[in-house]
Structures are given as C-alpha cells and as structure tokens.
C-alpha cells in the first residue's frame, strides 16, 4: 500500500449512472455542481440490456456535458447483469444471489471478461468517450476479469476499499463509503456505519463517497451524502479518481 504526498482528499463517485437512473441523480450533481466538486460517474454502457446508450442521444449529451465540466467517466461493467447460471455450491449462491445479485464480472472467465470489456471500451469511443477506469459491479471482479485487466489500456480499477493503478501496479488505500438502502433496517444500520467509518478513516489520504440510484430515493441517505460531503470538503480536496491518481503518481 503506497499513501503520496499530497493533502487528503476525496473521489464522489456515482454509481450504475444510466439512461434509466440519471434523472433520479439529478438533485444530487446540482448539489455537488453549486460546491464546485467534479464527479466520477461510473457509466453502464447497456444497463440491465434495456439501456443501450447509442439509442439515448439525450443522455450521451448529458454525459458530454458533464466531461466538459471536469467530471470523468469509468466503464462500470457493460450490461450491470450476472446472467450466469448459478454454480450449484453456497459460496456461489451467497455472493451472487444474498450478498448481491449484479455481479456481471465475478464469474467471467479471462476471455468472456476481456471481450466485454474491449466492447464496453469500443461502445465509450464510438461516443467519443476515453475511459481510463473500469469498476466491477458490486466491486466483484472475479479472477478471470483481473486477469483481463492486464491486457486493456487502461489506467486503474478499484474493489470497495482500495484503488488499483494498473499501470504503475501500486494498490491505493481508499476507504469508500457506501449505503445499503433497500429496507429500513439496513438504511439505519448504513447510517451508523458510515459516521463510525467516517471516523475511524478521518486521516485517509483518500476517501471515497460511493452513491447509487437507490440512495436517491430515501431522505436520510440523501441527507447523509449532502452532509458528509460539506463536512468533508472542509478538510479535502474533490477529486475524480484519475486525477487523484496523477497527482499520486
Ligand atoms: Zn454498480
């Protein structure tokens, strides 16, 4: 684990960002716009198939949009769906039906990973986009999606807590916050996580706030990333994670 130099700072990062979930964000990036904060929007290129984004011209400009203003874009999985049969044994079952039910690229072997991959890249230039980050869904990528990695040009990956740079091989500490907000026990269960992590990681050189759709829905979640996030640009610099990376580099 390597810590730069730099002063403590700190990635926004949007999850599963889409045609079907973009206006939901909405409130949320007009937040972080007013306090100057760029975004890392991790981009599905055809979310659960019914979101192919060469047939939504509004969304890819509102994605250009976002570019211009300094925000990034990673490739985050291509359809955001683990379609695989399940494998028939209880870590199988438990990682990809109770823990999660979105992770595309746990079980792709190197070649299935490596063609998805290279298409989700072909599908972003085609839109004039360069990602240089790729996150797994549910931050599960399995042993043949790792090894694809090494293959692509491109410059980081991450798993829920760290920051991979692929280029110079060096694994970033970054504790990421996130909230589980499906029921109301775990909503209330996140929050008193996320506060006691926010402590416990206050001199992170890097955190992360990883938001999704679903948190966009619920008022005490909403609250909680408007907060920490005010709170925390009083000590950090908002950064996207390619650029955090430079400037660890
Ligand atoms: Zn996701």
Known sequence: MAAPESEPA???VLHDVAPQTWDAYQPFVAFAERLGVPLTLLVVPDFHHAGDLRRHPQFVSAMNARLARGDEIALHGYFHADDLPLRGDPVDFFMRRVY???????????????ERLRRGLELFAGLGWHASGFVAP????????????RGLPLRYTSTSQTL???RSKRTH??????????????????????????RRHRAAPLLR????????????????WTDALTQLLTCRTALTKSTWLDQAA
């Not at 595309?104 to 490596?114: H, I, K, N, S, V």
């Open 164 to 166: 991979i740079d692929l």
């Open 209 to 224: 706030l990883g938001l999704h759709p679903v948190d966009m829905q619920h008022a005490a979640a909403r609250q909680f």
């Open 173 to 198: 500490k970054a504790p990421g916050l996130v909230w589980s907000a499906r029921s109301r026990w775990r909503r209330a269960v996140s929050e008193r996580v996320n506060l006691a992590l926010l």
């Open 100 to 114: 999660t039910r979105e992770a595309e690229f746990y079980r792709l072997d190197t070649t299935a990973a490596g």
């Open 138 to 149: 549910a931050w599960l990528p399995g042993p043949g999606t790792r090894a694809a990695l």
């Open 10 to 12: 700190l990635c926004v």
